[in-house]
C-alpha cells in the first residue's frame, strides 16, 4: 500500500472552498468527503461532537454524505461554524449532511458539515479500480474487495454508471481499513432513467450468485430503491428521499405519501 497522502488521493489536497472541492456541484449521498477543518462540523441539534468522534477525524477528517436535507442559511438550532485555520472561513449559509464512521463495528454519528470547509470529494463512481492502491495480500483476502471487478463486468452487461459504497467504498477511498473478511459488498447504481424489472431481476440474480452478499441500491432522481425490493415486483417499493422513505408505485414519477 502507498503512504504518500498525496498518492492515495490522486496529487496534493486542493485549497479549501466549496467550488474548487466540489468541482461546481452540490455533493451527492454516498459521497466522500475530506474535510480541512472537521472541527467545524456540529451535531444536528447544536452542541459539540463526542470525544469519540473527534478524535476519529483528527486522525483520518474523511465523512460520508447523508441521505439528509442540506440545511441552507443559520437556522437557530445549527451553530455558526468555527473559522478554518487555513484562512477560508467556514461558509454558514450551506450544510452538509454526513456521517462519521467509528472505531468500533455499527459506530456512526450524524452531523453537519459547513460547505466551505470541505478540502475533496470522491463520488462512489471514482472509487472503482482503486485496489491497487492498498496492499495486494489485503485485497485477495477480502471477498468485497477481490471481487469488484467481477461486479463490474456484471453490471457494464447493463451500462449503468456504479460505485462501491459502505465499508468498502470508505476504505478504497480513505485507505483506513474497516473491510472485514464478513462485510458485505454495497453498491450505488446510477440509474436517471426507468429500469424494466426483468432487467433488474437478472442483475439481482447475477449478483446473488457473488460468493459475497451483494446489497445495491438504484438511484433515481427522487432517491433510492433497493434494486432486490424492485426486482421481487411487489405493488409499491419503499424510495428512500432526503425527507424521509415514502411508498411509490415508481420511484422514477414518485407518487405517494412518505412515511
Known amino acids: 500500500m502507498r503512504n504518500s497522502t498525496e498518492e492515495l488521493h490522486d496529487g496534493p489536497r486542493r485549497r479549501v472552498g466549496a467550488l474548487a472541492a466540489l468541482d461546481g456541484r452540490l455533493p451527492g449521498t454516498h459521497d466522500l468527503l475530506l474535510m480541512q477543518c472537521p472541527g467545524s462540523l456540529r451535531p444536528p441539534a447544536g452542541g459539540e461532537l463526542p470525544d469519540w468522534a473527534r478524535t476519529v477525524l483528527r486522525a483520518h477528517p474523511w465523512v460520508t454524505v447523508g441521505r439528509a436535507p442540506s440545511p441552507v442559511g443559520a437556522p437557530v438550532d445549527v451553530p455558526r461554524p468555527r473559522r478554518c485555520t487555513r484562512g477560508w472561513p467556514a461558509a454558514p449559509e450551506h450544510w452538509i449532511p454526513v456521517t462519521v464512521r467509528g472505531p468500533r463495528p455499527g459506530q456512526?454519528?450524524?452531523?453537519?458539515?459547513?460547505?466551505?470547509?470541505?478540502?475533496?470529494?470522491?463520488?462512489?463512481e471514482q472509487l472503482v479500480g482503486r485496489q491497487e492502491l492498498l496492499a495486494p495480500g489485503r485485497v485477495a483476502g477480502l471477498p468485497a474487495?477481490?471481487?469488484?471487478?467481477?461486479?463490474?463486468?456484471?453490471?457494464?452487461?447493463?451500462?449503468?454508471?456504479?460505485?462501491?459504497?459502505?465499508?468498502?467504498?470508505?476504505?478504497?477511498?480513505?485507505?483506513?481499513?474497516?473491510?472485514?473478511?464478513?462485510?458485505?459488498?454495497?453498491?450505488?447504481?446510477?440509474?436517471?432513467?426507468?429500469?424494466?424489472?426483468?432487467?433488474?431481476?437478472?442483475?439481482?440474480?447475477?449478483?446473488?450468485?457473488?460468493?459475497?452478499?451483494?446489497?445495491?441500491?438504484?438511484?433515481?432522481?427522487y432517491g433510492a430503491v433497493q434494486l432486490a425490493e424492485y426486482a421481487a415486483g411487489p405493488l409499491t417499493v419503499t424510495l428512500l428521499t432526503p425527507y424521509g422513505p415514502r411508498e411509490v408505485h415508481d420511484p422514477w414519477f414518485p407518487r405517494g405519501p412518505y412515511a
Open 145 to 221: 474487495l477481490a471481487l469488484l471487478p467481477e461486479v463490474g463486468r456484471l453490471v457494464a452487461d447493463h451500462r449503468l454508471a456504479w460505485g462501491p459504497i459502505g465499508a468498502v467504498g470508505y476504505e478504497l477511498g480513505t485507505g483506513v481499513p474497516v473491510v472485514g473478511p464478513l462485510s458485505p459488498l454495497r453498491l450505488v447504481l446510477r440509474t436517471p432513467h426507468p429500469v424494466s424489472r426483468r432487467d433488474a431481476l437478472h442483475l439481482r440474480r447475477a449478483l446473488s450468485k457473488l460468493p459475497v452478499p451483494v446489497q445495491a441500491e438504484l438511484e433515481t432522481r
Open 108 to 124: 456512526r454519528l450524524d452531523a453537519l458539515a459547513p460547505w466551505a470547509a470541505v478540502a475533496r470529494t470522491l463520488r462512489p
